[in-house]
């Protein structure tokens, strides 16, 4: 089956911890992208990959790091740096080829910090 | 970026037909129009893509004017599992990196 695999489904964390959340796809995607999810909000782009070896900062970057060393993975890390860590993470990835704007969506990672 | 306005909420019963449309600030001539629906806890998942037009497939139909600012979602006879939010994000910008607004999160009630 190909997809997106977003793990763990559940993370809890003390306050002052990074934490790295995976996302895997085998769809062979060159684009992957990780969104924040707030309670009843939408969603908001944190970090975008094109490419292997290359990423973006999104619209809420600050306290996040990412990285692209293979074309499957794209880990997010949350840092202590980030003040409101705790939401849901959700990791997409599309071709990246212009006229295609399907985003395939993995299951999230629900982050909790206290 | 490219924005796009769609209603907050919209509640509805079992059975009838949903509308939502959206309204597509800047969008471009080779733009397509597209709609995501996610349930609670899970990714968004894509549901329907269209240029102009009708566009029909076995999730909804989307309907677009010949002027391509506004977009109706339609959902025919819904049921409970319906119930989601809706999104019209904006077209890719660099990367097809897509913006999700807030969407509209639809009730079915019973």
């Known amino acids: 089956d190909g997809g997106i695999t977003q793990s763990p489904k559940y993370l809890f964390r003390k306050e002052g911890q990074n934490v790295t959340l995976s996302c895997e796809q085998n769809?062979?995607?060159?684009?992957m992208y990780w969104y924040r999810q707030d309670p009843g909000q939408g969603l908001r782009l944190i970090y975008y990959?094109?490419?292997?070896?290359?990423?973006q900062k999104g619209d809420i970057a600050e306290g996040y790091s990412v990285s692209r060393e293979k074309k499957e993975s794209f880990p997010l890390t949350v840092t202590s740096a980030q003040k409101n860590p705790t939401a849901f993470y959700l990791c997409?990835?599309?071709?990246?080829?212009?006229?295609?704007?399907?985003?395939?969506f993995g299951p999230g990672t629900r982050l909790t910090v206290t | 970026l490219a924005k796009t306005t769609q209603p907050i909420s919209m509640d509805s019963y079992e059975g009838q037909e949903v509308n939502i449309t959206c309204s597509h600030n800047n969008i471009a001539t080779n733009d397509y129009i597209t709609w995501y629906q996610q349930f609670p806890s899970q990714g968004p998942r894509f549901i329907i893509q269209?240029?102009?037009t009708k566009v029909t497939n076995e999730v909804a139909s989307l309907f677009i004017p010949a002027d391509r600012k506004s977009s109706t979602l339609s959902l025919p006879r819904v049921s409970l599992s319906d119930t989601a939010v809706y999104y019209c994000p904006g077209p890719p910008e660099a990367g097809n990196m897509l913006t999700f607004g807030g969407g509209t999160r639809l009730m079915v009630k019973p």
């Open positions: 769809l062979n995607h060159d684009a």
């Open positions: 269209g240029y102009k």
């Open positions: 990959s094109q490419i292997v070896n290359d990423f």
């Open positions: 997409a990835s599309s071709t990246g080829q212009g006229g295609t704007y399907e985003q395939y």
